[in-house]
């Protein structure tokens, strides 16, 4: 896992706030100084914050959970799209679905109504419709593709968010917050950072400083599934090394058997003794 440097940072433009009259001061730990009426966010502070998300959300995608990356603003749309593709993750770019995690069966609901649509397609049902039936599910299927096909395989809430631009998606936030889903966030000089469970303190209009952040939050959870995927590989060869559970079940059950019946056997035995001895 590669932290980005300083000098990367600076270069990406991750250091520049807002204007100092749009200041949020709960932010201001993360604040290096003031410029020409603009503030500076101390990069020293983003790196460290950048390392603590990215060992979090490693250990997240090791254990097989999925992470929702939200961003709906112009600059961080393409970003979070190609890198949540690359990891398998799932995003979204569009409107944020109200109720996506608080009324998660809901969503469902319509995903499943997406894939009902496509077994039409295939099984030619469709073809039987008429003119306006179809241009209507047509237009349906898009819809729903556009809005909800970035998460279709997403088949339980996520174990983590993470946000870009935490004022836009205030929703997505507090729908979180509510259900106790931890939030990963980059976090402006106008934004609060009291709900955000890992802030990462950066510029989060510049499409540079979006994606060398996402660059090295990708990369971490990258690494993750690729030791997942090791672990899973090294785990039968483990198993024929030792002993394998079921193998070993069954000898613990043939011991006991046997315990169980020696005191009977050996009753037998003196009875027979006895009675050759009369």
Not at 10 to 37: D, Q
Not at 66 to 76: C, D, E, H, R, S
Not at 166 to 173: G, R, S
Request: proline fraction near 5%; include cysteine; charged fraction near 35%.
């Amino acid at each position: 896992m590669a932290t980005p440097t300083f000098d990367q940072l600076l270069e990406a433009g991750c250091h520049f706030g807002h204007l100092k009259r749009k200041w949020n001061p709960a932010m201001a730990p993360y604040i290096f100084m003031e410029r020409n009426g603009i503030h500076i966010i101390d990069l020293y502070k983003t790196a460290a914050k950048i390392e603590e998300a990215s060992q979090a959300l490693r250990q997240i995608a090791k254990s097989g959970k999925k992470v929702l990356f939200v961003a709906t603003k112009k600059q961080a749309k393409e970003a979070i799209a190609n890198k949540a593709k690359e990891i398998n993750m799932p995003y979204v770019i569009e409107r944020w679905p109200g109720g996506m995690l608080t009324n998660f069966p809901t969503i469902r609901k319509a995903v499943k109504k997406m894939t009902t649509i496509d077994k039409m397609l295939k099984d030619g049902t469709f073809d039987n419709l008429s003119k306006r039936e179809k241009l209507q599910i047509t237009r349906q299927r898009a819809k729903l593709e556009k809005n909800l096909g970035s998460i279709a395989d997403l088949g339980r809430l996520p174990s983590a968010l993470f946000v870009v631009d935490v004022m836009k998606e205030h929703i997505a936030v507090a729908e979180a917050k509510r259900l106790g889903i931890p939030v990963f966030a980059i976090v402006d000089t106008n934004s609060n950072p009291d709900d955000v469970d890992f802030v990462i303190p950066a510029n989060d209009d510049a499409s540079k400083s979006i994606e060398v952040i996402l660059e090295a939050v990708c990369g971490a959870m990258a690494e993750g599934l690729e030791e997942r995927k090791v672990e899973k590989v090294d785990a039968p060869e483990e198993k024929e090394d030792g002993e394998a559970p079921a193998a070993g079940k069954r000898r613990r059950v043939r011991r006991n058997e046997e315990r169980a019946a020696a005191p009977v056997e050996a009753e037998v035995e003196v009875k027979e003794e006895v009675k050759e001895a009369e």
